[in-house]
């Protein structure tokens, strides 16, 4: 994994110096336009792929950084729904008694279950490129669709939807 970072961070950093812009707002309106959580699916990638549509943006460098900029606007999107989760939970834990099993523990040890998981199969899709230059890209879109994912699903429960 460490190597994987490693690769991350020298391949997005050039790309900056390359004139790429990331901007967030294709997979904002889209995110605003949808009323139905299954419709948000379809909003995964779609800041990036506008990115990767500039010049260079389809050069391995380019598709890194366009991809790690969108892995990180879901990154915030998820901790900001796993922080509003579980105080929502904590809340609901204090009202059903000792007895019961603590939801905001249990949605703790599901996160991070998930985070390692996402890890190890975005690692293996990286793996797939035997080290060659796709690795980083496989990665990144691994991770950022599947870090979209889980936002989806953390915000399916604190609105109910499930």
Not at 81 to 100: E, H, S, V
Not at 146 to 161: D, F, K, P, R, V
Request: net charge negative.
């Amino acid at each position: 994994m460490r190597l994987i970072g490693c690769l991350i961070t020298l391949m997005a950093a050039p790309a900056a110096a390359t004139g790429l812009r990331f901007d967030a707002t294709p997979t904002e309106i889209c995110l605003a336009d949808v009323s139905d959580g299954a419709q948000s699916y379809e909003c995964i990638g779609r800041a990036a792929t506008d990115c990767m549509k500039q010049p260079g943006g389809e050069t391995t460098v380019g598709m890194g950084f366009c991809l790690d900029a969108e892995l990180n606007l879901w990154d915030g999107k998820l901790n900001g729904a796993y922080q509003a989760l579980r105080a929502d939970l904590t809340a609901q834990d204090a009202g059903r008694g000792d007895a019961a099993i603590s939801l905001s523990e249990s949605a703790r040890d599901m996160q991070r279950a998930w985070i390692g998981f996402r890890d190890a199969r975005c690692s293996f899709e990286a793996a797939q490129w035997h080290g060659g230059t796709g690795a980083s890209p496989a990665f990144l879109g691994c991770a950022m669709t599947m870090t979209a994912e889980q936002t989806l699903y953390l915000w399916s429960l604190l609105h109910g939807a499930r």
